[in-house]
């Protein structure tokens, strides 16, 4: 059993497929009656009317209709497309347990807990019939398929059957009564022949919950509570039981006929759904769920599809799958089919039977592989039980008759799977997962194990592709090793182009298209279940879902090519015929088109002369080619065939191409589009555009500072009067200011009433006059005279040096392959906007606003700039009379033609790489791509040097080494700072070799092991273990020159890392409790271990001495005596070697040891630094590989405790600090 699609929700009792499209109704528990789309997995709609359970659902076969009737003794009949309810059918006293269409005439049949069943005309939604003869609930009712009949289950044990013939005649015949085709007389209530009992069928013991009939046959099949599922047959005068298929443990919910096989589907509260033949009664497959008791089942008309509502949902599935087992080598397509296998020409559609397949296995072949070579096939057979399965190796007879082909023996083995791998040998996958290597006489020659493998594919000669829980992997077969693997979850097929470059590989709802190596190019997920592929001649993969066909670019992009009605299982794709078989295994040829996937291939090929011809003879239209052109970076392209001006104007400001964006600005003349065309402009420094989008949009502001700033300081002056006629205050003293116009200022300010300020600008600014009359205006009572600040200066604009009248100067660039190709399309650029501004120049921008100056020159001056070179061609007249036909000599006629190559293409400089890239192209040291600032590649090298995996220590360390890679320097006063990249190197480094110099030397590190060593000696262990730990860190980061100092730094790890581990096991034994023998006991062996850190002598003398009095006071005399002796060999102080030499006397008299301890002197050994107890030498240890400290095997994988960076036990390449590591 193959489930297709699952829903959660409350329990569902009532299901429908609809004859055409892919949907389901599920009537619910809860009232909802809900619409899905199993293909794409989707609720549709959901329709919540009813009050209380729903149990009868029914779409209608034609309409666009379906019934339902629930618990609220309602039938409701809706329309899906209006999604509503279109009326109400009341009649019913009590639940309705099952509402039936019927498949010609308008009629509705539903069965009730009332104990009838009525027949309603929805048309004129009345009853006309009502079925009364069972006495209990009745729990299902159904008509015949063909024939005037209706097959009834009730709670009172009996199935019944009735003819309905009388009824058809009565309300269907020509002659008919109106009245009794409208509604029921009393009469025909009782005793009419509109409905008769035919049979009624006993057999069962208890209720029976479901009765239907056989699509064809004349048979019955019934489904109860006495646990049994019944078939029964009927002929024109009796009906009998035929035979009881056995096996449910609870009530059997329903049962139904499979439409095409000869086979009886059941379900039942025992959460089993069961599958019987009809011929031999016996139960073929059970498919159980958990914990959810089914309800009800439906068989869709004509699809192999079923479906069935439990307690928590429903599942929609297929009894067994119905993808044809096919090959395809060259030209021709190997299938099977109707146990023959086919082939088929692909060029001259010839179809054949090339042999029989031996009979024998009641499931269908699952795969197939061909060998060319010997003309031989390998059939695979997947049984329900996997460990089940076989395969079969047949060699194809060479010359068969295809009306009765030859039935050759075949060689049959267990196996899940079997593949060829070379010209006379195929691997099988065996039920233990191991790979079999097999000749042609199917003997075993190799066997490979395989753990996790659960499937295997083909991969070209020798080769073979591995599939495991979330990956597949490339595995040689010859040397037993894998190749490469790539991470994908549950891929069911695997599809090789035709050269072997790539393979797809296909997943249930995703694919992956790798290369030969298995490197992954891209990945696509689809939402709905992707069901075959092929690679087509141009190198573009062709895949089909349940309901499209797709093509994929090794690029990633992807896109739908046509809608499927069926799924079909593409062979062969060529130019645009798609080559296929179906679900019944018929070979189909479908048309597409290509256009749009060999566009976007010639575009990420960037064969632009197949782009250009495909845009301007193929019919590419939509929006999403214009979305992918401007995604991909060719909006220019896009441009040229779009019409719609609002698109062609953003394209326009996409490429930066001033010209169309102007012309389309035109034709839309909106404010928004103005200002945007404005804002390109300025940023390419065209400032006549500019000049004229802020006119367009009536943007004074920005005028005059665009004026101001081109220092046009005469259209300035226009700008300030048009302030003044529009009374804008602000504006026009603005405009003075910016004109350095001081009266004018005076003038504004004496106008708006500002006295004082006015008063003050002319004192200030030297108008004498002016102030005095001012002056004289005030009144001395009230007002007071501002004074005037001596110090005050003159507030005067910087004049113009060179007025700018021409736009910036560009850079020339070359112009892309399609704008030079198409550039032919409108006048120049130069010309346009000459115009546009001529036309400006009328009242169209400014309106009233302007009539004052429309006499003189308006705005006609915003072309000045535009048409110079027009004005001054015509300027130049025929004044100059310049002669243009001077015979040059060839060499000079040659060199010019050269020069300016004949396509007209110019290269815009590339940008030079900075230093800090070229430092990190040239090193492998991780201190020198931290001072480029390049943390990432440096964090990558600390990783595979040293092992790094926690970065956050080192934080500040990089921080300050790249802080140190720059030296900064003042330019001009307006220009920002610039930078200076200081090189180690810099004799000798050019442009492409440099190194940076890098600030942290090994001698700092040695400076700062001294104050780390006085630290120690006066006890401030956790902060000595902080600095250590620093220099420990900073070591990695070093750039040395000899061989002396990579092993002084060498030392200097070791060093860092003995007293890191020491003065961490101290600290730790210091805070250990002393109450006990035993945590007396650890005391005294951590201090012992203490004294095996390899330290200065001037510190080892203090831990001997704290080992020596902890011992003696244990009464271990014995390990006490021998740590005194090592403590008087260092020499210590006179008083401290007096003291030592008496507890040595001491111990003598008495040399054993009290307490036996975890703690062998005699035996070397190193310290764990994560569990502070010895591993002595032979023992398992993993250890870090920057600082070497030691630890047991199970802290392997885990962070160093000394180093707090690195990964315990990684394998890594080793410090590298020195250039000279890498020669």
Known sequence: MLTKF?????????????????????????????????????????????????????????QPLFVSGGDDYKIKVWNYKLRRCLFTLLGHLDYIRTTFFHHEYPWILSASDDQTIRIWNWQSRTCVCV??????????????????LVVSASLDQTVRVWDISGLRKKNLSPGAVESDVRGISGVDLFGTTDAVVKYVLEGHDRGVNWATFHPTMALIVSGADDRQVKIWRMNDVKAWEVDTCRGHYNNVSCAAFHPRQELILSNSEDKSIRVWDMSKRTGVQTFRRDHDRFWVLGAHPNLNLFAAGHDSGMIVFKLERERPAYAVHGNALFYVKDRFLRQLDFHSSKDVAVMQLRSGSKFPVFSMSYNPAENAVLLCTRASNLENSTYDLYSIPKDSDSQNPDAPEGKRSSGLTAVWVARNRFAVLDRMHSILIKNLKNEITKKVQVPNCDEIFYAGTGNLLLRDADSITLFDVQQKRSLSSVKICKVKYVVWSGDMTHVALLSKHAIMICNRKLESLCSIHENIRVKSGAWDESGVFIYTTSNHIKYALISGDHGIIRTLDLPIYVTRVKGNSVYCLDRDCRPRVLTIDPTE????LALVNRKYDEVLHMVRNAKLVGQSIIAYLQKKGYPEVALHFVKDEKTRFSLALECGNLEIALDAAKALDEKGCWEKLGELALLQGNHQIVEMCYQRTKNFDKLSFLYLITGNLEKLRKMMKIAEIRKDMSGHYQNALYLGDVGERVRILKNCGQKSLAYLTAATHGLDEEAEALRATFDPEKETVPEIDPEAQLLQPPPPVMPLDTNWPLLTVSKGYFEGNMAGRGKGGQLAVDQVAMESAGTGGWEEDTELLLDEDGFVDAADGFGEEAARATEEGGGWDVEEDLDLPPELELAASGGGSSDGFFVSPSRGSSPAQVWCNNSQLPVDHLVAGSFETAARLLHDQVGVTNFGPFKNLFLQSFARGRSVFQALPCLPAMYGYPQRNWKDAGLKSGLPAVGLKLADLIQRLQLCYQLTTSGKFEEAVERFRAILLSVPLLEVESKQEIAEAQQLITICREYIVGLSMESERKRLPKDTLEQQKRICEMAAYFTHCNLQPVHMILVLRTAVNLFFKLKNFKTAASFAGRLLELGPKPEVGQQTRKILAACEKTPTDAHQLNYDMHNPFDVCAATYRPIYRGKPVEKCPLSGACYSPEFKGQICRVTTVTEIGKDVIGLRISSLQFR
């Not at 079925?131 to 005037?148: I, K, R, W």
């Not at 996937?597 to 976007?600: A, G, L």
């Open 597 to 600: 996937f060999k566009f976007k």
């Open 6 to 62: 699952e829903t959660k929700s409350a329990r569902v009792k009532g299901l429908s497929f609809h004859s055409k499209r892919p949907w389901i109704l599920a009537s619910l528990h809860n009232g909802v009656i809900q619409l899905w789309d199993y293909r794409m997995c989707t609720l549709i709609d959901k329709f919540d009317e009813h009050d209380g359970p729903v149990r009868g659902i029914d779409f209608h076969k034609q």
């Open 131 to 148: 079925l009364t003869g069972h006495n209990h609930y009745v729990m299902c009712a159904q008509f015949h398929p063909s024939e005037d």
